[in-house]
Nanobody
Framework: QLQLVESGGGLVQPGGSLRLSCTAS????????IGWFRQAPGKEREGVQC????????NYADYLKGRFTISRDNAKNTIHLQINSLKPEDTAVYYC???????????????????WGQGTQVTVSS
């Protein structure tokens, strides 16, 4: 059974860092583009970044560039999302999902992802 499981979330103070993980079971991530998304309370889910099979990164939210870094660890069948200089407005549930274009990142996130994980909560607060 194909499954994605996110982990690494938690409570962190403003200015801190977190590394989120998205680990797959039932299939190999190395043949797919994988995206990270987030949904803040009362807001719609938004795309953050995607990484293609050959590690080309697509940014879905330009205003997050520089603080968010997606990376792939095929040996562990895991995609990471490093988040630095965390702000209270980064508080959200973070999800990963499989792109529907196979090895290529969808140019836009809407309706182009499947097999969502259950999410991991990130709370930024002092």
């Amino acid at each position: 059974q194909l499954q994605l499981v996110e982990s690494g979330g938690g409570l962190v103070q403003p200015g801190g860092s977190l590394r989120l993980s998205c680990t797959a079971s039932g299939f190999a991530l190395d043949s797919y583009a994988i995206g990270w998304f987030r949904q803040a309370p009362g807001k719609e889910r938004e795309g953050v970044q995607c990484i293609s099979m050959v590690d080309v990164v697509t940014n879905y939210a330009d205003y997050l560039k520089g603080r968010f870094t997606i990376s792939r660890d095929n040996a562990k069948n895991t995609i990471h999302l490093q988040i630095n200089s965390l702000k209270p407005e980064d508080t959200a549930v973070y999800y990963c999902a499989v792109g529907t274009l196979g090895p290529i990142c969808p140019p836009s996130p809407a309706g182009r992802y499947t097999d969502w994980g259950q999410g991991t909560q990130v709370t930024v607060s002092s």
